[in-house]
C-alpha cells in the first residue's frame, strides 16, 4: 500500500471517528441541558451571641468538627451574677412582705386574723423595706462602679458615647430607686409604731390588709419574673454551636469586647448539601424537578456524583442583586437571563462527605428521565 492510499484510508477513518464522535455529541446534546456555572451550596450559619461582654474563653480551633450545643465561646458573666443576685434579693423581699415563703404565697390572706397579726405584718413591712435599701445600695454600688469604669473607656475612645450614656442613665436611676427604698423605711417604721397601739382590727382594717397581701403576691410575681430574665441572660453569657458543622472564619479574640447580634465566626453544616446550577433562560423549556443529574466537581475530576432536579428559583440572579438592571432606558440590550435551579444530591456517594459549600461545579440534566 503506498502513501497515498494510506493517507486517504486514513482520512476516512479520521472522518468517520469526527462523524461518530459529532453525532454522539448531538444526541447527547439533544437529551441533555447543560453549565458549568454551579457551585455546591449548604448552610453556613453565623454564630451571634444574644448577650454582650468581654470573651473570657475560646473553646474551638479554626476547622474544628463540633455538634449542636457545644460551649464556643464563654463571657465573662460578672455582672450578670450580680443582677442574679439583685432579683434574688428582691424576690426574698417581697415573699417576706407577705410574711409568706415561696410554696405557700397562696395561703397568705390567712395571716389577716387578728390585730396582732396586723402588728406582724407592719414589722414584715419594716424587713422588707431594709431589704430593698439593703438591694438598692448594692445596686447603686455596682451602677457607680459600672459608670467609672465606662467613663475610663469613653476617654479612651473604647465605647461610643450611647454606650456610655445608657451607663450612666443606670447609675441615676439606681440612686433615684436608694432614695425611695430609704424612704419607705422610715414610712414602714411609722407604720410599726401606729399598729403596735392597736388593740383590735376593723373591718376597714382587715380589707386593707387583705388589698396588702394582693399587692405583695402582685409584687411576688414581678420580682419572679425578674429573676428568671437575670437567669435568662446570665445563661447567654455561654454561646453554643446552633447545628453541627465546621467551624470557620473566626473573628473573635480572648478579652475582646462583644456585643449581641455581632458575628463573632460561622458553622458549616454537613447534613444537608446540595447545588445551585444557573441555567439560561432558554434552557429551562423540558426541564422540571425530578429528572437526574450527573455532576462533576472540578476539586474531584473524574468522579462521578448525581441527583435530582429540585425547584426552581422565584426570579432570575439579577433581580437578586444590590442594584438590579432597569431596563426601561433608551440603551437597552437584550440579555438572556439565568435562572438558578437547586440540584438535590445523592447522599449516598462517596463523594458527598468531601464536598465543601462554594466548590465549582458542571452540571447535565437528563431531559429524558
Known amino acids: 500500500m503506498n502513501k497515498k492510499t494510506l493517507f486517504r484510508v486514513g482520512g476516512v477513518l479520521i472522518l468517520a471517528i469526527a462523524l461518530i464522535f459529532g453525532y454522539s455529541e448531538f ?31 475560646i473553646r474551638f480551633q479554626d476547622n474544628q468538627f463540633v455538634n449542636e450545643g457545644d460551649t464556643l465561646i464563654v463571657l465573662d458573666d460578672a455582672d450578670y451574677r450580680i443582677r442574679v443576685a439583685q432579683a434574688e434579693a428582691a424576690l426574698q423581699s417581697a415573699l417576706a412582705s407577705a410574711g409568706v415563703t415561696r410554696s405557700n404565697v397562696g395561703v397568705a390572706s390567712a395571716t389577716v386574723e387578728s390585730s396582732q397579726a396586723s402588728v406582724q405584718t407592719a414589722r414584715n413591712q419594716v424587713a422588707t423595706a431594709q431589704a430593698n435599701v439593703t438591694a438598692a445600695q ?16 469613653l476617654a479612651e475612645k473604647t465605647i461610643p458615647q450611647q454606650q456610655f450614656d445608657a451607663v450612666q442613665a443606670e447609675r441615676d436611676a439606681a440612686q ?21 397601739t ?18 405583695a ?26 447545628i ?57 475530576e473524574g468522579e462521578k456524583l448525581t441527583g435530582k432536579v429540585g425547584s426552581f428559583a422565584g426570579a432570575t ?8 438592571p432597569d431596563n426601561a432606558t433608551g440603551n437597552y440590550v437584550k440579555v438572556v437571563q439565568r435562572i438558578p435551579v437547586r440540584i438535590e444530591l445523592d447522599k449516598n456517594s462517596p463523594l458527598y462527605a468531601k464536598l465543601r459549600p462554594g466548590m465549582s461545579a458542571t452540571v447535565a440534566v437528563d431531559l429524558q428521565k
Request: hydrophobic share 40%; glycine share 8%.
Open 317 to 324: 440572579g439579577a433581580k437578586f442583586a444590590l442594584l438590579p
Open 27 to 57: 444526541r447527547y446534546l439533544q437529551r441533555h441541558e447543560t453549565t458549568d456555572d454551579a457551585q455546591i451550596d449548604g448552610d453556613v450559619n453565623p454564630v451571634i451571641p444574644k448577650a454582650g461582654g468581654y470573651v473570657k474563653a
Open 217 to 242: 403576691q402582685a409584687l411576688i410575681k414581678q420580682r419572679q419574673t425578674e429573676l428568671d430574665m437575670a437567669q435568662l441572660q446570665l445563661s447567654y453569657t455561654v454561646v453554643r454551636a446552633p
Open 198 to 215: 392597736q388593740t383590735g382590727v376593723t373591718s376597714s382594717q382587715r380589707r386593707a390588709s387583705e388589698g396588702q397581701i394582693s399587692v
Open 176 to 196: 433615684a430607686q436608694l432614695q425611695a427604698a430609704q424612704a419607705q423605711l422610715q414610712t414602714a417604721q411609722a407604720q410599726v409604731n401606729a399598729a403596735g
Open 244 to 300: 453541627s458543622g465546621i467551624v470557620s472564619k473566626r473573628a473573635v479574640q480572648v478579652g475582646q469586647l462583644v456585643q449581641p447580634g455581632q458575628a463573632l465566626c460561622s458553622v458549616v453544616g454537613n447534613s444537608t448539601l446540595w447545588v445551585t446550577a444557573n441555567f439560561k433562560e432558554t434552557q429551562l423549556q423540558q426541564m422540571h424537578p425530578g429528572q437526574v443529574v450527573d455532576i462533576d466537581v472540578d476539586a474531584f
Open 138 to 153: 448594692a445596686r447603686a454600688r455596682k451602677a457607680n462602679q459600672d459608670f467609672e469604669r465606662y467613663g475610663r473607656l
